[in-house]
């Protein structure tokens, strides 16, 4: 398998931590394409309302995207292991900059009224459907690539490291998005999706030149081969932790070892997602902004950011100061997040929406890294890309239609939308306290 090399065994095996140089690199792949996205989210609000499209059909416009990532995202994640994580780090990046460039397109032609905004809307869906097919490549690459390079007492720190380039992201993305609002040409409101596409360009070069590559030069059947380099050179037998000299059985949603992880990130994730879909029109309605959408860019980026340094909060702070495992992350943060949510909901200025979106991300913050290492610890290292593969598909199944369906619900009653969110928080935290492994037998290296 691509990942099966001699530094990274034995990297896992004596427990030494990936190269700074390296986690740099694949932190950037990670923050750049958050903050392109969180950069995309807090104008498509006003953009929609300047279309004079309804709200729930800005949502649903990542419907197709959100599908097209879960069917993907284990593609990728399968073909990873054969090609090497590089490539697929690679490929992820060129589905973002293609799709945002294209994305700012479509959504220029319709605010300059070259296209009307049904056409404008489609075209972006279909531009937004590149994101999903092949920018699903990335993710689940980089998780892999640590994954198999960490021990399983230093997983949960490690892949929290690697879920906080997310949230470094949705920290610059709204927070650069004003900036990117150009005022010459007619950008506008499309200058993040151009910007972006510029920025993730570079980062698709430095990735290039700078990570070395690791795709196979021979294809692994049968029993793994050993590396004969001298004296107590480590075979790949040395270092799976479960080692199997065969190629593993293709992983599945809900087989047993899984099912209470993927169970408890699907439900959670949901929650997640129609929190981010409510939060951008919550705070035009709020605030009074419907009638000037262009200046509600930055108050919504401004809650965005508070969110994501909660977030980081978290994943930077919480988890490795209290050493939390997988299953205290998850139950601990679903549970603040449904105190947080609650709060947004009954928030009717700037302050509160800023203060209870914090805490319900800050909740999220913890909830994703808990879930994400629980189920990379429930498999052997052998399968950390088809886990990964798993984690990323089970991430998107929550964008497929939850955004849509908050939204839709908010527009119908505030609290039957925040009522539905905190009611799946619950859901989660009475299932994954009777389903989820104890975090001891979890982390226990072996």
């Not at 596409?197 to 081969?225: H, K, S, T």
């Not at 605030?287 to 262009?294: E, H, K, M, T, V």
């Not at 299932?431 to 226990?444: F, H, I, N, Q, Y």
Request: proline share 5%; with cysteine.
């Amino acid at each position: 398998m691509a990942d099966a090399d001699p530094a990274s065994t034995s990297q896992a095996a004596s427990g030494k931590s990936i190269p700074s140089g390296r986690m740099a690199l694949l932190f950037l792949v990670m923050l750049v394409t958050a903050a392109g996205n969180t950069a995309m989210q807090s104008v498509m609000p006003s953009i929609g309302t300047a279309l004079e499209v309804n709200d729930v059909w800005i949502s649903l416009a990542y419907s197709w995207s959100a599908l097209l990532w879960v069917t993907c995202a284990p593609i990728w994640a399968r073909r990873s292991d054969r090609r090497g994580r590089k490539a697929m780090m690679a490929l992820g990046l060129v589905g973002f900059v293609v799709s945002m460039g294209l994305c700012g397109l479509a959504l220029w032609a319709g605010l300059s009224g070259w296209l009307t905004a049904f056409w404008a809307l489609i075209a972006f869906a279909a531009a937004r459907s590149l994101y999903g097919g092949f920018g699903s490549a990335a993710p689940p690459a980089v998780q892999a690539y640590v994954a198999s390079r960490t021990p399983r007492s230093e997983r949960t720190k490690a892949l929290s490291l690697v879920a906080s380039s997310f949230g470094l992201g949705t920290v610059i993305g709204p927070a650069l998005a004003p900036l990117m609002v150009l005022p010459f040409m007619g950008i506008g409101l499309t200058g993040p999706f151009l910007c972006f596409a510029l920025i993730g360009l570079a980062a698709l070069v430095l990735l290039r030149l700078r990570l070395p590559n690791d795709e196979p030069q021979f294809a692994a059947r049968g029993r793994a081969a050993e590396y004969s380099s001298g004296p107590g050179a480590p075979s790949l037998h040395d270092h799976d932790d479960s080692d199997e000299s065969e190629e593993p059985a293709r992983l599945r949603w809900f087989e047993p070892r899984l099912r209470p992880w993927v169970i408890s990130g699907l439900v959670g994730g949901h929650a997640q997602a129609m929190v981010l879909g409510i939060s951008g029109f919550l705070v035009l309605d709020r605030l009074g902004l419907r009638d000037s959408p262009a200046e509600g860019a930055g108050p919504v980026g401004l809650v965005l950011m508070a969110g994501a340094i909660a977030t980081l909060f978290a994943q930077w702070g919480l988890i490795p100061r209290f050493n939390l495992g997988p299953r205290a992350a998850t139950l601990s943060g679903i549970t603040v997040a449904a105190m947080g949510v609650a709060m947004l909901g009954a928030a009717n200025d700037l302050h509160m929406i800023a203060l209870g979106y914090a805490i319900a991300s800050l909740g999220f913050g913890l909830f994703r890294p808990g879930t994400t290492a629980g189920t990379s610890l429930a498999v052997t290292r052998a399968e950390q890309g088809q886990a990964s593969g798993v984690v990323a598909s089970v991430a998107g199944a929550s964008f497929i239609y939850a955004p849509a369906l908050g939204v839709w619900l908010y527009n119908i009653s505030d609290w039957l939308g925040f009522g539905l969110i905190i009611a799946l928080c619950m859901a989660v935290v009475v299932l994954g306290w009777r389903g989820l492994a104890s975090d001891a037998v979890l982390t226990t290296d072996r």
